[in-house]
């Protein structure tokens, strides 16, 4: 009965279930109202307009996830801003999820969520290397650029990757030391089609 009820409202959305689509997901301060607080957690969704028309390019439709305090998306073709859809309904967000083709986002709630469904995830902006890291075959990642201030310039990631635990939001925050920068647009659009040809090759 609840599949039939979510399969109705996914058509009401606009997503039709013959068509392969791609949640994305990009964490904002709205949903947990913590702004000016852990602000590294947080990524703008314009710089995944690139990414967004890469996998619409590929014949994909992408549905934005998030809650109605979200930035909203420009109207994009095939592009579904269901983060501001009078259809959100917690049945909804789940069944979207559970039948995306796969994850795109960054480290949130939605993105455990997707983990929790076994979904193949892309996790973009990464800012921790031991919470919400990529699991199994198909999940690929890319961390935040990470600036030292001791260095006096952004870490290689084999330098990340050997830092110490100040690095990394075990007890709530990263150490002041360390300034984490977005991935860009261009970083966001090659990691999608390097993962789109990945993902159709099995590889």
């Not at 109207?75 to 789940?94: A, E, G, R, T």
Request: charged share 25%; with cysteine.
């Amino acid at each position: 009965f609840k599949k039939k009820i979510a399969r109705r409202l996914l058509s009401e959305i606009g997503v039709d279930f013959s068509t392969w689509y791609v949640c994305v997901h990009v964490r904002e301060s709205g949903f947990r109202n913590d702004h000016g607080r852990r602000e590294y957690r947080n990524s703008s969704i314009f710089n995944y307009i690139s990414a967004i028309k890469v996998i619409t390019d590929a014949g994909g439709v992408v549905v934005r996830m998030g809650d109605s305090t979200m930035t909203p998306l420009p109207v994009l073709p095939n592009v579904i801003d269901y983060s501001s859809s009078s259809q959100k309904s917690p049945l909804l967000d789940l069944y979207l999820i559970k039948h995306c083709r796969f994850f795109l986002g960054t480290h949130s709630g939605i993105f455990d969520t997707a983990q929790m469904f076994f979904k193949d995830t892309l996790v973009t902006n990464m800012v921790s290397l031991y919470f919400g890291y990529p699991l199994r075959k198909k999940d690929r990642g890319i961390y935040k650029h990470v600036y030292s201030k001791a260095h006096g310039r952004y870490l290689t990631f084999h330098e990340v990757l050997n830092t110490d635990w100040k690095l990394q939001n075990v007890f709530g925050d990263i150490d002041d030391n360390y300034e984490l920068t977005e991935n860009t647009a261009e970083d966001i659009k090659m990691v999608v089609s390097e993962y789109l040809h990945c993902h159709v090759s099995n590889g």
